[in-house]
Each structure stands twice: as C-alpha cells, then as structure tokens.
C-alpha cells in the first residue's frame, strides 16, 4: 500500500482511506502525522463513511505518512487506503477540510 505511492515530479497524491476512520479522532491524528512528515494538504470525512485525504510531500515523506495512516491510529481501521497521483496544488500546511 504504501509501495502504490507514485513518485511524480509534483509529489502529490490524492487517498480514500475506508474501514473504521471515522469517529475516532482520525482526522485530527491524521493531522499531526502529516505535520511530523513535513506533509502539506488536507483531511476530510465523506458522506460514504470514508476519509479522503490529498497530500503533498517528498517521495519518502509520503511513504511514510502513509505507512503511519495505515498502521498507526490507535483506534482506527484501516481496510484499505487507495492511493493516486494527483495535480501538485502548492498547500502550505495540512488541515482538515470540512
């Protein structure tokens, strides 16, 4: 999963993370964790229970900030994290997005 990261030149990618993601503080985690990956973007629920979460980073950085969506909420679910590239938007931060 984390492997399915694309390494584009823009270095952005677009996720829709589903299982147990919402209602357990995921996106407010998903926050710090891309804050401690130097990852900018954001977080947001879907209507379909699932989070989408569109990221900007380094190659590496993205790698690992998506290793840690997948394995390290405490709470969470996570049954399946399906990563595309995305257009490079330029964010300067990551935040959740309502």
């Known amino acids: ?3 399915e990261i694309p390494h584009n030149e823009e270095r ?3 996720a829709v993370v589903e299982g147990r993601v919402q209602g357990v503080g ?3 985690w998903t ?3 891309a804050k401690k990956c130097g ?3 954001w977080v947001r629920n879907c209507p379909d229970y699932s989070v989408e979460i569109f990221a900007e980073g380094e190659p590496d950085a993205l790698h690992d900030f998506f290793n840690a969506v ?3 909420h405490p709470l969470a679910y996570v049954a399946s994290c399906n990563i595309s590239a995305a257009p490079y938007k330029g964010f300067d931060s990551f935040k959740v997005r309502y």
Do not use: K, L
Request: glycine share 12%; charged share 15%; net charge positive.
């Open 39 to 41: 990852i900018t973007g």
């Open 31 to 33: 926050v710090q964790a």
């Open 12 to 14: 952005a990618v677009r």
């Open 70 to 72: 997948q394995h390290g």
């Open 1 to 3: 999963m984390p492997d």
């Open 26 to 28: 995921f996106r407010y």
